[in-house]
């Protein structure tokens, strides 16, 4: 029987009970980094595989996989294991159990697939040499993300993986389906906070005041020109504004308003040269007009770049897999994704996992009260990803 037949007939056999996991996992979702519960749970199943899980970053798991000759090689894997501040909308079986949270964006079905995939590569371990290294971490969807924070204790060292593999739902994809892109992918994601300060009063007084409204609506306008007239049209830039708190009245002009925004870009030193240009400008038009401001730029996640040759691999492994009819390319996404972290250490292939069903209603976007899957999208997962390390520990 043949690599990808072997992994087939193992991805259907474990496809129910990775279903039931899902569940369980979708059921009694978690908050970023208090995933205390979820953890203990992937431990369970960990160990009732034969495994050795490790802790890491509180809420995080580390455990290994050992083929022939372990110390060949070692690849990652990586899955998520946080949910958001959602209630949820959804009438089903398994419907979170704690009141607005919600696994809206996928992660349940991230964590059950990376247990499930490695169900089949402890399996097939006397059939490849090296190891795989499975990471389970906390804290995707909030700041500073558990990603860093893994790597700041060392999940990337003893065994150091020289490469790692992610997937991530994709409700705009038909289940049964999967998407890959090179090169660079998604945005780093950088918060931006302004507080303009000026001189309020009456309205009616224009002379007698430092217009922080007036100042800000400039300010706003002419920021854009970051991304206009400075970035480089080849790398894709974005900066937004969506919330601005002026407390004055029809008649009253605050003494400050606040602006928050968002930079998002994929280049980490265009990034840095236009943080730079952000403060320098609105300090410098703030000033301009009278009064002054304080800028604060917070850091998000860096850009995620997948890297080439192991994408094109990642991309030829599922042409064979699930056939090239199922295999699409994925344009630049300007959202953000801890994996970033990731794959500006190591290369990296962070691909797509399709869980749409139009004929079933499942149709609803990430981060949303009616997000869902299609479970017939967890065969596909775990049978991939674990066709994926096989082929690269061959290589």
Known sequence: MSTVDKVKELAQTYAPDTVQVRRHIHANPELSFEEHNTAAYVKRVLESYGLNPTSMAETGLVALIEGKNPEKRTIALRAD?????????????????????????GHDVHTASLLGA????????????????????????????????????GVLQNPDPEKIIGQHVFPMLPAG??????????ASADEIYITVKGKGGHAAMP????????????????LQQIVSR??????????????????????????EVKIEGTFRTMNEVWRKEAHKRIKKLAEGLCES??????????NGYPFLQNDPELTERARAAAESYLGADNVVDLDL??????FA?????????????????????????????????DEAALETSIGLMAYVALQELKA
């Not at 990471?135 to 700041?152: H, L, T």
């Not at 749409?356 to 997000?371: E, K, M």
């Open 81 to 105: 294991l946080d949910a958001l501040p959602i209630v949820e909308a959804n009438e089903v079986a398994y419907k979170s159990k704690n009141e607005g949270v919600m696994h809206a964006c």
């Open 207 to 222: 002379e007698q005041n430092v217009d922080t409204v007036l100042i800000a609506s400039h300010l706003i306008v002419a």
């Open 230 to 255: 400075h970035a480089s049209p080849k790398v894709p830039t974005v900066l937004s504004f969506g919330k601005v708190e002026a407390k004055g009245a029809t008649n009253v002009i605050p003494d």
């Open 289 to 298: 007009m009278g009064g002054s401001c304080v800028i604060d730029i917070k």
């Open 333 to 338: 996404w300007m959202g953000a994704e801890d």
């Open 341 to 373: 972290y990731y794959s500006q250490e190591v290369p990296a292939c962070f691909y797509r996992l399709g869980t749409r069903n139009d004929a079933r209603g499942i149709v609803s976007g990430v981060h949303t009260p009616t997000f869902d899957i």
């Open 118 to 153: 490695a169900r089949i590569l402890q399996e097939l371990r006397e059939e490849y040499e090296g190891t795989v290294k499975l990471i389970f971490q906390p804290g995707e969807e909030k700041f500073p993300g558990g990603a860093s924070i893994m790597i700041k204790e």
């Open 177 to 186: 389906k999967v998407g890959f892109r090179s090169g660079m992918y998604m």
